[in-house]
């Protein structure tokens, strides 16, 4: 071995020297990265730890996170969880849908985690949390996931200091970011912005048309109002766009010359006001693939060029005025991947084929053409076998004259929605239709059609939606499978008990069995059924026993209809823990209580129906404010006595100011694919007449407390309930004066004050309400004149009849004597009967000569018989010269009577 020279050991040393400064430099560099591992190679230790934390503070169901996160292993190697390559710090959870329940507080162990880019916690449930500020800890956070999680309340304005996010989306959760504007202005590199379902405080597009990173903006159901600048559409990258379902949004701007490369288009509920252009102009419109336009207002015939998109798969244009033929549409279509065309609720007209349709678009899987006026042919040509058609996902021909099924329908397993209401479709259901999508079924609508005979029972067996209503259907109430959400069988004539084995459908929103013919006890399991049950309609059935005590699980109850059945009893006092009523009907049953005061409780209550049961006693004078959002309330035909309590009628706010804005209908959240929502319905009874409301519109206020004993004078806080219709307080014994007050009521079309012992005048100040329609103030005690009015002008004479005192038009002049009051009385009385004044002439010489005829015979008979005293004759002399005059007098009166009666006219009209 040679032998080293000084020099050269020298630069060995050196380099030995170097070579373990470096190992110590990167060794102590890895240390610092990893000061609490006795290993490089595994995960972080205060990031296991703080994970394990994180697992530990909720019930985990699914993605096997309980097993899989073990304080024994690599958490880089847990089930969604992501290290960095060289550190090992957990960079990115992806948790979504993972079955996580519980709640995420200031002091949870995730905040720990400060080298995090990435977090995923969608669709899991956070038992309404709200958004803790230390999610603006994670300064190197680029994509934020929190959608359907349950989050709750305001975001917090440190989500601002998220400087380097390019993915926020927290849509669908129950959260308003007032402070919107200051939160985004510091994001300037979003791509994606999703917050779909979200409350806003201020205006929103100013401050997202300087974000030119934007590829997909997200702002659907936000409850916008305001309008979308044209700039949105001009954004250099944006490829998705939905602002869909804002009612209040509008836009100046047509569909022309945009400039951003769209390859979505959700401008739903937009309102437009306009017809679509007959040219884009400019504008990329051969990069669209999806275009939502529905409910937009928009008018006239849909232009060629939309038809002409080489690449369109899917087009949404429903609930608009668009007219022309839509066969002659198909012939216009060029693109081969069109698989959603949804043209409902238009104005287009025709004859179409069914059959022609899918031989012009073969991927056609959802076809909706409801509602227009249309008649839609199902039959095929004779060569056409069933086995060319293409696998069909939806289809939609509710009121489309269809005389049969389409036989097309057949073999058809991929099958999803199924709608053929409002049709001519008769017989019973074919059993080939009940073994279509066995598996794939969610909702069939065959309401409003002409079946007949029994179902045994609904075969579908992940069916969600079922409606069977306005059929001719008999025998037993079949019973769908558990995972149903809306099922409706109303107007049919099932008959029998209901089968409790409906209470054990976990997930039921909409029950409505009504007018049917069920009998039975009331099903105690449906107090208790399910937290998730916001409709129950059993009204106009056979059910008998008393409302369960058990309503324990009725915190989404929305509408409850009981009406028209025998049930009695008290009212269910359970009913007060159910904090989201909106609708409570039980008219015409025979329940025996006192007014249920703790009803008051219920701050969203809006309809109360009460009337035809045995409710008796006073309604207490001490309880304030109750009722605040009460329009409808109906107490007729009951025993309640007492005064008419003031204390409610001040707290009757919702029929003092509305403030809905357009035409709206009450009706709950519960909707479907078919259904925007179900929409209340009652019978209403507004001047004396009932009337069945299939819709009741949320602007209706109205208040009946007839036909009990109430007592008293009128409130005149009466008055203050300015957005009331119609007012009965007929049949009672009120008594004092008509307040002035209800000249307030200017929205009034029905006032009914009859057959009580009110006095005084009718004052003036109703002679304003010029919307009133129906009028009675019939037996009571008014006296003096009657006012004068266009409007009061129009009511007839038995509005004011068996008021003595009353005068003035249609009555009698003001200023006749007694005699006359009487006369003009009985002229006027109604159809229970004929006044003497009424007969003809004529008529009075009859009925004189068959009377007298009689009289005279059997007086001639005693005078023969007695030999003619003297007092006889005189007496009947006497009785003679009475009768004549009488009838003199009786003829001048009705002649002047039938003098003012012409003068009365002629004035009138002309």
Same mark, same amino acid.
């Given at each position: 071995m040679k032998k080293q020279t000084f020099p050269q050991f020298t630069v060995s040393l050196f380099a030995t020297y170097f070579f373990f400064i470096s190992y110590n430099l990167v060794y102590a560099q890895l240390i610092s990265h990893f000061p609490n591992n006795t290993s490089p190679h595994r995960c972080f230790k205060d990031d296991s730890i703080a994970l394990l934390g994180f697992k530990d503070s909720f019930?985990?169901?699914?993605?096997?996170?309980?097993?899989?996160?073990?304080?024994?292993?690599?958490?880089?190697?847990?089930?969604?969880?992501?290290?960095?390559?060289?550190?090992?710090?957990?960079?990115?959870?992806?948790?979504?849908?993972?079955?996580?329940?519980?709640?995420?507080?200031?002091?949870?162990?995730?905040?720990?985690?400060?080298?995090?880019?990435?977090?995923?916690?969608?669709?899991?449930?956070?038992?309404?949390?709200?958004?803790?500020?230390?999610?603006?800890?994670?300064?190197?956070?680029?994509?934020?996931?929190?959608?359907?999680?349950?989050?709750?309340?305001?975001?917090?304005?440190?989500?601002?200091?998220?400087?380097?996010?390019?993915?926020?989306?927290?849509?669908?959760?129950?959260?308003?970011?007032?402070?919107?504007?200051?939160?985004?202005?510091?994001?300037?590199?979003?791509?994606?912005?999703?917050?779909?379902?979200?409350?806003?405080?201020?205006?929103?597009?100013?401050?997202?048309?300087?974000?030119?990173?934007?590829?997909?903006?997200?702002?659907?159901?936000?409850?916008?109002?305001?309008?979308?600048?044209?700039?949105?559409?001009?954004?250099?990258?944006?490829?998705?766009?939905?602002?869909?379902?804002?009612?209040?949004?509008?836009?100046?701007?047509?569909?022309?010359?945009?400039?951003?490369?769209?390859?979505?288009?959700?401008?739903?509920?937009?309102?437009?006001?306009?017809?679509?252009?007959?040219?884009?102009?400019?504008?990329?419109?051969?990069?669209?693939?999806?275009?939502?336009?529905?409910?937009?207002?928009?008018?006239?015939?849909?232009?060629?060029?939309?038809?002409?998109?080489?690449?369109?798969?899917?087009?949404?244009?429903?609930?608009?005025?668009?007219?022309?033929?839509?066969? =002659?549409?198909?012939? +216009?279509?060029?693109?081969?991947?069109? #698989?959603? %065309? /949804? !043209?409902?609720? $238009?104005? *287009? &007209? @025709?004859?179409?084929?069914?059959?022609?349709?899918?031989?012009?678009?073969?991927?056609?899987?959802?076809?909706?053409?409801?509602?227009?006026?249309?008649?839609?042919?199902?039959?095929?040509?004779?060569?056409?076998?069933?086995?060319?058609?293409?696998?069909?996902?939806?289809?939609?021909?509710?009121?489309?004259?269809?005389?049969?099924?389409?036989?097309?329908?057949?073999?058809?397993?991929?099958?999803?929605?199924?709608?053929?209401?409002?049709?001519?479709?008769?017989?019973?259901?074919? =059993?080939?239709?009940? +073994?279509?999508?066995?598996?794939?079924? #969610?909702? %069939? /609508? !065959?309401?409003? $059609?002409? *079946? &007949? @005979?029994?179902?045994?029972?609904?075969?579908?067996?992940?069916?969600?939606?079922?409606?069977?209503?306005?059929?001719?259907l008999h025998g037993s109430l079949p019973i769908p499978p558990t995972t149903v959400i809306w099922f409706a069988a109303a107007n049919n004539n099932f008959s029998g008990p209901i089968n409790p084995s409906v209470c054990d459908i976990n997930f039921l929103k909409l029950l409505d069995l009504s007018n049917n013919s069920l009998g039975g006890q009331f099903p105690k399991c449906l107090g208790n059924t399910s937290f998730n049950l916001m409709v129950l309609n059993l009204g106009l059935n056979n059910i008998v026993g008393t409302l369960p005590s058990n309503f324990t699980k009725c915190s989404s109850l929305q509408y409850l209809d009981l009406s028209h059945n025998g049930l009695e009893g008290t009212v269910s006092r359970s009913l007060a823990g159910c904090k989201y009523l909106q609708h409570v009907n039980l008219r015409s049953n025979k329940f025996k209580d006192e007014f249920p005061l703790w009803l008051h409780n219920l701050p969203e209550i809006q309809v109360l129906d009460l009337s035809y049961n045995s409710l008796h006693g006073s309604i207490s004078q001490k309880i304030k404010n109750p009722f605040p959002m009460l329009q409808i309330l109906d107490l007729s035909s009951n025993r309640f006595n007492g005064e008419i309590p003031a204390n409610y009628i001040r707290g009757f706010k919702g029929m003092m100011n509305i403030t809905v804005e357009g035409r709206h209908y009450m009706g709950s959240g519960v909707n479907s694919m078919f259904r925007d929502g179900y929409t209340y319905s009652m019978v209403i009874s507004i001047g004396g007449v009932e009337r069945k409301y299939q819709k009741i519109i949320t602007t209706l206020a109205t208040l009946d407390v007839s036909n009990n004993g109430f007592i008293g004078k009128i409130p005149d806080c009466v008055g203050d309930l300015v957005m009331i219709h119609s007012l009965n307080l007929s049949h009672n014994k009120i008594t004092g004066k008509i307040p002035s007050s209800l000249g307030n009521l200017k929205m009034i079309n029905s006032l009914d004050l009859s057959a009580n012992n009110f006095t005084g005048q009718i004052p003036q100040e109703l002679a304003s309400l010029t919307s009133m329609g129906v009028f009675n103030v019939s037996n009571n005690q008014l006296v003096g004149k009657i006012p004068h009015s266009n409007n009061f002008d129009t009511f007839q004479a038995n509005s004011y009849a068996q008021n003595g005192g009353l005068c003035g038009f249609p009555l009698r002049e003001c200023g006749q004597n007694l005699s006359d009051s009487w006369m003009t009385k009985h002229e006027h009385e109604g159809s229970s009967g004929r006044g003497l004044l009424s007969l003809s002439p004529w008529e009075v010489m009859s009925i004189g000569y068959g009377g007298g005829t009689l009289v005279g015979l059997a007086w001639g008979c005693y005078m023969l018989l007695s030999g003619n005293p003297f007092w006889v004759t005189k007496w009947a002399f006497l009785i003679e010269t009475y009768v004549v005059g009488f009838v003199k007098k009786f003829m001048e009166r009705r002649r002047r009577a039938q003098r003012l009666k012409a003068a009365s006219k002629s004035l009138w009209h002309g």
């Open positions: 019930t985990l169901e699914g993605l096997g996170l309980a097993t899989s996160w073990n304080k024994d292993t690599d958490c880089c190697k847990w089930i969604g969880i992501t290290c960095h390559e060289t550190t090992h710090r957990v960079t990115s959870i992806d948790l979504s849908s993972g079955g996580i329940m519980g709640a995420i507080g200031d002091n949870s162990t995730l905040f720990l985690l400060n080298r995090l880019e990435s977090l995923n916690l969608a669709f899991n449930y956070f038992a309404e949390s709200l958004i803790s500020p230390n999610f603006g800890q994670f300064s190197y956070m680029k994509h934020l996931n929190l959608s359907g999680s349950g989050f709750v309340g305001q975001v917090p304005q440190e989500l601002g200091r998220l400087s380097k996010l390019e993915t926020l989306d927290l849509l669908a959760n129950i959260i308003t970011m007032p402070n919107f504007d200051m939160i985004i202005s510091n994001m300037t590199g979003l791509r994606w912005l999703d917050l779909g379902y979200t409350k806003f405080g201020s205006v929103v597009f100013p401050s997202l048309t300087n974000i030119t990173s934007l590829k997909y903006l997200g702002l659907f159901s936000c409850g916008l109002v305001e309008e979308i600048p044209f700039t949105i559409l001009n954004l250099p990258r944006l490829e998705y766009l939905d602002v869909g379902s804002n009612p209040a949004i509008y836009s100046n701007f047509r569909l022309y010359n945009w400039s951003s490369p769209l390859n979505y288009l959700g401008l739903d509920s937009v309102n437009f006001s306009s017809q679509i252009p007959s040219s884009p102009g400019q504008a990329p419109y051969k990069l669209l693939r999806v275009i939502h336009l529905s409910n937009c207002n928009l008018q006239g015939e849909i232009p060629s060029w939309i038809w002409r998109i080489p690449k369109l798969e899917e087009l949404r244009i429903s609930n608009n005025q668009l007219i022309g033929d839509p066969s =002659k549409f198909f012939q +216009e279509i060029i693109s081969p991947n069109l #698989q959603i %065309l /949804d !043209l409902q609720s $238009n104005s *287009f &007209t @025709g004859n179409i084929s069914l059959y022609y349709i899918y031989q012009r678009l073969p991927n056609l899987m959802l076809l909706a053409l409801s509602h227009n006026n249309l008649t839609v042919s199902t039959r095929a040509d004779s060569d056409t076998s069933l086995s060319m058609w293409p696998v069909i996902f939806g289809l939609a021909l509710s009121s489309c004259n269809l005389n049969e099924i389409p036989h097309l329908l057949k073999n058809q397993s991929m099958l999803n929605y199924l709608d053929l209401s409002n049709n001519n479709l008769h017989g019973e259901i074919p =059993k080939w239709l009940l +073994e279509e999508g066995m598996d794939t079924l #969610q909702a %069939l /609508d !065959l309401s409003n $059609n002409f *079946f &007949t @005979g029994s179902l045994k029972n609904i075969p579908w067996r992940g069916l969600y939606f079922i409606d069977l209503s306005s059929n001719m």
